[in-house]
């Protein structure tokens, strides 16, 4: 298979279910106003691509192909470039970065369903602390799930990560705001 490169394409407007680009590199592409949906290429760089007004929904983006994907292929590369991407202006709904996305060369979206937590393994042992204290099981297996978002990406080599909470459900929204603070904590 060889690499596809794509640059400067306006793919603005583009409605897409479980898309994979294969091996692929997308310099200086435009989003804008995509719907994408279930996006999940380990062997694909994106970089300078613009996302405003995108939704992007369930997708994954990757640092670099798993271990077994390098040993199955030993001429992919063992790092996508992945840098430069504008998501400040998109909806990212359970979306996930692993593998070593950089995620301070990617401008991101702010909310208050958004949290950008930096060290992943100290903010997980903060935020079970905190967890742990709320009395009442609605909240505490929300916050149970956030939790666990995290511990799965530490486990795919994602030490700083994004988090979008819409789908946990918590009783008591200062709860949310709560572990929120703990997480990002520097």
């Given amino acids: 298979m060889v690499?596809?490169?794509y640059r400067g394409c306006d793919f603005g407007g583009l409605r897409g279910a479980n898309l994979a680009s294969g091996r692929g590199r997308f310099v200086g592409c435009s989003f804008r106003g995509a719907r994408l949906r279930g996006f999940n290429a380990r062997s694909m760089?994106?970089?300078d691509c613009d996302f405003t007004e995108a939704v992007v929904r369930s997708c994954?983006?990757?640092g670099a192909p798993l271990v077994m994907d390098l040993e199955?292929?030993?001429s992919l590369p063992v790092a996508n470039e992945f840098r430069g991407n504008d998501f400040s202006g998109a909806d990212l709904v359970s979306c996930s970065f692993r593998r070593g996305v950089d995620l301070d060369a990617q401008k991101l979206p702010e909310a208050d369903y958004y949290a950008r937590v930096r060290h992943a393994p100290a903010a997980l042992e903060r935020g079970r602390?905190?967890?742990a204290s709320?009395?009442?099981l609605g909240d505490q297996e929300s916050g149970q799930?956030?939790?666990n978002a995290i511990a799965r990406d530490i486990e795919v080599d994602q030490l700083d990560q994004f988090i979008d909470v819409r789908r946990c459900k918590f009783t008591d929204p200062d709860?949310?705001?709560q572990l929120k603070q703990v997480l990002e904590q520097a």
Avoid: I, Y
């Fill in 72 to 74: 199955r292929d030993p």
């Fill in 45 to 47: 760089s994106m970089v």
């Fill in 134 to 136: 709320w009395d009442g």
């Fill in 60 to 62: 994954v983006f990757w």
């Fill in 145 to 147: 799930n956030v939790l």
């Fill in 3 to 5: 690499f596809s490169e």
């Fill in 175 to 177: 709860r949310w705001q």
């Fill in 129 to 131: 602390e905190l967890v």
